[in-house]
């Protein structure tokens, strides 16, 4: 069964940056997927910041991180990472990676698979 592991979320000072993974195992035609980077806060809807389309390239990012997050690919392996700079407390969440293989999840904001989360904390 394919599956997703989220890593190198951990604590940020305020104006810092973290970076954090999105490893895939057992997937299939992996470059077809949609993956995304999708984040929960206590008290706070479900927030999809980002997401590439794998089969082109395409990303997206919601208005709360653009210019501050970037997605990108790891070349040599199934694995989409997030780059994130000028955190601040409201970045405080857990991490989520989501994959869906319509090519639309970008899109929809719908996807079939989850990844377990990693935490993620802004503080001083």
């Known amino acids: 069964q394919p599956y997703l592991v989220e890593s190198g979320g951990g604590l940020a000072q305020p104006g810092g940056s973290l970076n954090v993974s999105c490893e895939a195992f057992?997937?299939?035609?992996?470059?077809?997927?949609?993956v995304a980077w999708v984040r929960q806060a206590p008290g706070k809807e479900r927030e999809q910041v980002s997401c590439m389309n794998l089969v082109d390239g395409t990303t997206y990012y919601s208005d709360s991180v653009k210019g501050r997050f970037t997605i990108s690919r790891d070349s040599g392996k199934n694995a989409v990472s997030l780059q994130m700079t000028s955190l601040g407390p409201d970045d405080t969440a857990v991490y989520y990676c989501a994959a869906d293989q319509t090519g639309w999840g970008c899109v929809t904001k719908d996807f079939g698979l989850w990844g377990p989360g990693t935490q993620v904390t802004v503080s001083s």
């Open positions: 057992g997937f299939e035609h992996w470059n077809s997927y949609d």
